[in-house]
């Protein structure tokens, strides 16, 4: 704290002061003038110096007194990344009151550890919850899966068939749901559950096409892959960036026209140290009041109003999982005509952090 912000909090003071010397003056002259003798200006000039003189000494040592307490404070204010732990630095009051206000901080500090470390745990009890919910959901996901594989070898008649078939849709519609569950948990502990490679961008994408084959084959969609050249290497984590890429193609199928042959395009391509993945659809497209909007959380736009199972948190969790990995995405709509996402990666980007 510099001296005139010193000086401004003690105004009373010193206008109190000034207030009290004039009175003494005043006091001074009329017991002259009551005693039948001669004012002396030098002695009025004598004590309005001496009063002046005392009022500056008494804030030159309560400023020095105050001086380091005062400055801790402002430094603690310009810490960018305020901690309990640079608090406990401070702890040198000067007067009671300071030393009450530094109690009662303790106190705080100490009440709001407890109620945040409260938090925590059930936080982490929470995520344990959803994980071992999302595990357990698997298995009877998968056994559905099988079940309904065993039914179409099982039974010819067609009607039968088609239930079958309308029960693997929705069990595929909720073992997506709890990807993005399991997904969203672990992002919370993202540091921990992430691992840079060098990735063969072809090959990841080749695989979450051959994973989505059946999904084409239903909806009559076609992918179409377009590269440069035969190898594209970035640095990534395989699972998440897996995720990524496997959401964006998702919504591209259910957003894109179905049963008329419409195509979904892969594009890989190399712009200087960049490498670009474009996901291209000819569907429906996004409203352009919408676009800046879809990878806000449970954000589902027109679109979502015409797909149930839109949750609003799949390119959410795309644009949180690709910035944590270092790299860019974006996407480009026109209603109509369709969608481009662009997944842009800086070569040694993850590998560099």
């Known amino acids: 704290m510099n001296l005139l912000s010193f000086i401004k909090d003690r105004l009373y003071f010193i206008f109190y002061t000034i207030l009290l010397g004039c009175l003494l003056i005043l006091t001074y002259v009329l017991v ?31 400023y020095i007194r105050h001086y380091r307490f005062l400055n801790q404070l402002v430094r603690m204010k310009q810490e960018p990344s305020l901690t309990f732990e640079f608090v406990e630095i401070f702890m040198n009051p000067v007067t009671k009151e300071q030393k009450t206000w530094i109690e009662l901080f303790h106190q705080m500090n100490q009440a709001t550890i407890t109620q945040l470390q409260e938090q925590i745990k059930m936080k982490e009890q929470y995520e344990l919850l959803i994980h071992q919910w999302v595990h357990q959901m698997k298995t009877p996901v998968s056994v559905i899966s099988l079940l ?42 993202f540091s921990e559950d992430v691992k840079a490679e060098p990735i063969d961008l072809i090959n990841l994408v080749k695989q979450v ?53 419409d195509t979904i395009t892969f594009s890989i391509t190399e712009k200087g140290r960049d490498i670009v993945l474009c996901i291209t659809d000819q569907g429906i497209g996004i409203a352009p009041h919408d ?24 390119l959410y969790l795309v644009k949180e999982i690709v910035n944590r990995l270092g790299h860019r995405v974006s996407i480009q709509s026109t209603v109509s005509e369709g969608s481009t996402v662009q997944f842009l990666f800086n070569t040694n980007t993850l590998h560099e952090r």
């Open 148 to 189: 309904i594989q065993e039914g179409k070898r099982t039974f010819s008649d067609e009607s039968m068939k088609g239930f079958l078939k309308e029960l693997g849709e929705e069990n595929d519609r909720f073992r997506r749901g709890l990807e993005i569950i399991l997904h969203g948990a672990r992002l919370q502990r």
């Open 291 to 314: 676009l800046k909007r879809v990878f806000d959380p449970f954000f589902t736009g027109e679109n979502g109003r015409t797909q149930q199972e839109s949750t609003g948190m799949g």
């Open 32 to 62: 002259i003038l009551e005693a039948g003798n001669q004012i002396s200006i030098s002695n009025i000039f004598y004590m309005i110096v001496l009063s002046i003189f005392m009022l500056l000494l008494f804030l030159a040592i309560d």
């Open 209 to 261: 096409i051959n994973e989505e084959k059946k999904q084409f084959i239903q909806r009559t969609i076609y992918p179409k892959l377009e590269t440069e050249n035969e190898n594209f290497q970035v640095h990534s984590d395989r699972k998440w960036l897996h995720f990524s890429i496997s959401q964006v193609v998702f919504n591209a199928l259910k957003y894109s026209r179905q049963g008329v042959g």
